[in-house]
């Protein structure tokens, strides 16, 4: 039986920032970004938008073309979660009128979380094919002003829905896997923005990489990195997405370059980071760039800080390419209203971090908004200027 992704949508922040205007306003190179990192714009969101209205947004969008018949789990994913108990998917599940008979959670695990709910997901739909379960990974990713990871910023979510015969793509039983206890990236309570050795963050992520597919490979005997048509790596920014490749190739010995992972990288240039979306912006960004992978086996690695990681293959439906819709998914990036750069840095410093009453300025065009906090409590709505 095979079980996988049936339907899969996306959803970023109102504004976008270039990352030349970044460069040019702190005295950097723009190539060092452009060219360096390989990032062209990060999405900016507005002050009444956050990692649950974009996942309504991506939800929404989902269950617009599948409905809701027999989904009876709802899995977020998300590092940038909006409260320490409240699951940022029982503000989901309220905002959407979604059905009361279901699971609902959220899971964290630095950029992995999204691959942990996706596994979760498709271990219950083995069990009752008939099942259905949401996953959405949801992540604004904001790093301090002046620090060596602001022009890797991003928001952004993704939203699938996993069942039984997918449409879209199967996801294969055996995995590798791998976890390390590593300070390479963590985000105290008490701090609105991660702390980050950059140099061991790199050497982390790519032990992990090795270290998956060695499991993987242990699992998988007599596998080749030359079973796999193409190659999806987690994405903060398309260099490290680069690096992890070559370091796939070197350890296997396997002679192909970059061009099978480029498919994969046209959507993080544009966003920039999504931590728990990012593998799965890449994902979508394959499924719409390259229409012949049909029956193909894909290579997907997923990694999160701290250090979690996992190898996973996905094999693209016969019909893959008329469920994922790539050009609305290039209009919703080209509708991102420009921002300069001082507009961009008032937004990074009106963030709140406390629960004290407010309201939201009426900013966003996407359907669902956060309004404020009273008595405590966050307040989601839906979006009146949208029909």
């Known amino acids: 039986m095979n079980v996988g992704i049936d339907a899969i949508s996306v959803a970023t922040a109102h504004y976008r920032l270039p990352l030349p205007a970044l460069a040019e306003a702190t005295g950097v190179d723009p190539n060092k970004y452009t060219i360096g990192l390989g990032q062209q714009h990060f999405s900016v969101p507005a002050p009444d938008e956050d990692t649950v209205t974009m996942a309504a947004d991506a939800v929404a969008q989902l269950i617009g073309r599948t409905g809701t018949d027999e989904v009876r789990s709802i899995f977020f994913a998300t590092e940038s979660s909006v409260d320490q108990s409240k699951a940022a998917g029982v503000f989901l599940h309220g905002l959407l009128g979604l059905p009361e008979h279901v699971r609902t959670v959220e899971f964290k695990e630095a950029c992995y979380g999204g691959t942990a709910a996706l596994q979760c997901a498709l271990a219950l739909v083995a069990r ?59 985000r105290p309570n008490d701090s609105s923005t991660p702390f980050v050795l950059g140099h061991l963050s790199m050497d982390a992520y790519l032990d992990a990489f090795t270290g998956a597919w060695d499991d993987f490979a242990a699992r998988n005997p007599g596998v080749k990195s030359t079973d796999f048509a193409r190659f999806v790596h987690h994405q903060p920014f398309q260099k490290m997405a680069r690096k992890a490749h070559r370091q796939l190739m070197s350890y296997t010995g396997d002679g192909r370059g970059d061009e099978i992972i480029e498919a994969g990288l046209h959507y993080s240039a544009q966003v920039g980071n999504c931590y728990t979306a990012a593998l799965y912006w890449g994902i979508v960004s394959l499924l719409t760039h390259d229409s012949g992978l049909a029956g193909e086996r894909i290579g997907l690695f997923s990694y999160g800080s701290g250090a979690v990681s996992e190898f996973f293959v996905g094999r693209p439906a016969a019909r893959y390419a008329e469920h994922v819709d790539g050009a609305a998914i290039d ?41 404020g906090v009273k008595d405590h409590a966050r307040r989601y709505e839906r979006n009146k200027r949208v029909a």
């Open 128 to 186: 009752n094919p008939e099942e259905r379960v949401i996953v959405v990974a949801s992540d604004v990713a904001r790093y301090a002003i002046d620090s060596p990871g602001e022009p890797t910023q991003g928001a952004g979510a993704v939203a699938m829905m996993v069942s039984a015969s997918p449409r879209i793509m199967a996801i294969e039983q055996k995995t590798g896997v791998y976890t390390k206890d590593v300070n390479d990236f963590w």
């Open 331 to 371: 209009a919703t990036l080209a509708s991102r209203e420009k921002i300069d750069f001082s507009t961009y840095r008032a937004l990074h410093e009106e963030r709140h971090v406390d629960s004290r009453d407010y309201a939201t300025p009426h900013v966003t065009g996407a359907p669902y908004r956060f309004a």
